[in-house]
């Protein structure tokens, strides 16, 4: 689920604060009520403010035994509330209810029922802030689990924190300077660098189409608590490509219709175009330091086919692993969009069948394995540190470390004719490896070659086939065939593979490009070719092109002069099996997921329509310009 979808669900109280579903079958708020106690109390953080927090205590707890505590902290409601009214589930997953747990649900500071400012991914202290009433959501966190082990009977002095999307932030924030007793942590795609890779932006790129539906529900003015959010203005449409055609310039959304200068994040996101100290300091990567052997263990949860937060996962795991010697954790990625391993069954999307209920076996091999072991000492975890799914095969791999050690990378050139061949790739390696003096051997000439395409803000490259209203989820994976038949982008093939082929890890666009204009995006998508023609996505990502050199200083490309624009696309575990072809798309617009570019080096925020104008891309091919796609490569 998108979060837009989480946070609706969340205003209707028909979900766990996790996003998480009640499915069929699973208890309802009488068998809640009869095995749980609700407690709603306001927990007083070091600074005067109170968050709003709902307790579920099993019945029968203490003197005749104690239970860990589990906690969701969330920004989408603790609800619903009330001491006489129970969620249909009182632990975030049917599999945890049944464990017994004592569950906590936490309005974060400024949301719902909690008092304080929200501030959007709050950035951690600086030590120069340090003070007896400083805050952040780390202590926040600390705080509410001091009085929590206080004055919660029946507690084992043990707890855990678990969280999807942005709970699965709060979840990553606790973890520096963590409690003692806070012993187990599973960030749940959660966001994380929300300017190079999560919600709000990709490499600079906005995402237009997610954060106008989303900040619409949650970027209200808040004077005081409250039960219930209203959106700021209806919208509804049955075509988002050209109701987004039909704003206009990205500033339109704030017409009296639409935001009107009512929503302070999105204001936020405009003004802070470029990745400056406001983006900095929400990346909660810096924070997650000095955490060590003895810190709490984590494991950090991600899906392949998350819309959102795929980023987030990846780069949360990395982060810990790099600056955490000795750190317990380990990394799950799944065959998930955005929190699907919480759904009741997930053995299917779109059309992809994965042969077993993935999300089930999630839930029951590994995420309550964890928390039983680490907060109540039952039973063994002792997984691989990389528990992967393998969208190429259906099949769950496990790996001592992500990426893989055993991989070697392969660059894959882009040919004038459309194709990427291991000739062309032998040619261009002898190029670049004889510039050095020392071979003594001329580099082989090889006459300037390019392949261009025109393109017009105008007439934007869909991010999907058909018609849609809201984002369809199963762009990730889409047929990219409608697509291959525009005119505005470029697709390269291999040759038909003569033996399976897994890629592993991040993959990296080295294209040389020039526009006719003086910015650009860049679109590029690896794509499994299958026997049928279909034309399956594997991975995409943008680059906006003005950051190519720096994300906090942009520069204007000069016109029709190569450069180099290079980026990494988020990982991946693919196998493209033998008779497949692997496929290579460039474009420079994926609308209306992303907002578009002028093409002209203006402040995107405050452009006007005159400054959006058709430019002529071409990406080289060339010895000097050897535009290319590089891959890890299993053996």
């Known amino acids: 689920m998108s979060r837009f979808l989480a946070l609706a669900a969340a205003l209707l109280l028909a979900l766990p604060a996790t996003a998480q579903t009640t499915a069929p079958g699973q208890p309802d708020t009488a068998t809640t009520r009869q095995q749980y106690q609700k407690l709603d109390r306001r927990i007083r953080m070091r600074d005067g403010v109170q968050l709003y927090t709902v307790v579920y205590v099993p019945r029968g707890a203490a003197p005749a035994t104690l239970y860990p505590i589990i906690m969701v902290r969330t920004p989408y409601s603790a609800g619903p509330y009330g001491e006489n009214h129970y969620r249909p589930q009182a632990g975030p997953s049917a599999e945890l209810s049944a464990e017994k747990y004592i569950f906590v649900y936490q309005d974060v500071r400024g949301r719902y029922l909690s008092e304080g400012q929200f501030e959007e991914m709050t950035p951690a202290l600086r030590p120069e802030q340090a003070s007896p009433t400083a805050h952040d959501e780390s202590t926040d966190t600390f705080d509410t689990i001091e009085w929590l082990l206080k004055n919660v009977p029946g507690n084992n002095g043990r707890v855990g924190l678990v969280g999807i999307s942005y709970p699965g932030f709060y979840a990553t924030a606790a973890l520096p300077h963590a409690h003692p007793a806070l012993k187990a942590v599973s960030p749940q795609a959660p966001v994380t660098d929300e300017f190079i890779g999560d919600d709000a932006r990709h490499k600079g790129a906005f995402f237009l189409l997610d954060n106008f539906e989303f900040t619409n529900y949650f970027d209200i003015p808040r004077p005081q608590p409250v039960a219930e959010y209203a959106p700021l203005f209806k919208f509804e449409t049955k075509d988002a490509y050209q109701f987004f055609l039909r704003l206009g310039p990205l500033k339109n959304a704030n017409g009296p219709q639409y935001f009107n200068n009512r929503a302070r994040i999105w204001n936020e996101y405009q003004q802070h ?31 392949w086919f998350d819309a959102e937060d795929l980023y987030g996962a990846l780069n949360t795991y990395k982060a810990l692993e790099k600056q955490n010697p000795g750190l317990n954790n380990r990394l799950v990625m799944g065959p998930w969009t955005h929190g699907a391993w919480a759904r009741r069954d997930w053995s299917k999307f779109g059309p ?3 042969g077993a209920n993935t999300a089930e076996y999630f839930r029951q091999t590994l995420e309550t394995p964890f928390f039983n072991f680490y907060l109540k000492d039952k039973g063994s975890f002792n997984p691989a540190e990389a528990t992967v799914f393998n969208t190429g095969t259906n099949e769950w791999k496990t790996y001592p470390a992500w990426p893989p050690a055993a991989t070697k990378t392969r660059t894959l050139y882009l040919k004038p004719t459309g194709r990427i061949d291991s000739v062309f790739e032998t040619v261009i390696e002898k190029a670049l490896n004889n510039r050095i003096p020392s071979l003594g051997m001329p580099a082989p000439v090889l006459p300037p070659a390019f392949t261009q395409y025109i393109s017009d803000p105008a007439n934007p490259v869909p991010y999907t086939d058909g018609i849609h209203g ?19 982008v470029l697709t390269f093939h291999s040759e038909t593979l003569p033996t399976a082929l897994t890629v592993a890890g991040p993959l990296v666009a080295d294209l040389w490009v020039s526009t006719s204009g003086t910015d650009a995006d860049f679109i590029v998508k690896v794509i499994d070719e299958l026997p049928n023609g279909t034309q399956r996505l594997v991975r995409a990502e943008v680059m906006r092109g003005r950051f190519r050199n720096s994300f906090s200083k942009p520069e204007a490309f000069k016109p029709n002069q190569p450069t180099e624009v290079k980026y990494e696309l988020p990982d991946v575990l693919h196998t493209f099996a033998k008779g497949h072809r692997l496929l290579v798309q460039v474009q420079s617009t994926w609308f209306p997921l992303v907002d578009r570019n002028p093409q002209t080096f203006v402040p995107i925020a405050t452009a006007d329509a005159k400054d959006f104008q058709k430019a002529t891309i071409k990406v080289y091919h060339d010895a000097g310009h050897p535009s290319a796609v590089r891959v890890a490569v299993l053996p």
């Open 273 to 303: 175009d470029t990745y400056d100290a406001y983006w900095q300091a929400r990346d909660s990567r810096p924070a997650l330091t000095g955490l060590g052997s003895a810190g709490p263990a984590v494991l950090v949860v991600g899906g």
């Open 352 to 354: 992809l069948s994965f």
């Open 470 to 488: 809201s984002r369809n989820n199963e762009y990730v994976m889409e047929d990219q065939r409608f697509a291959s038949k525009r005119a505005d």
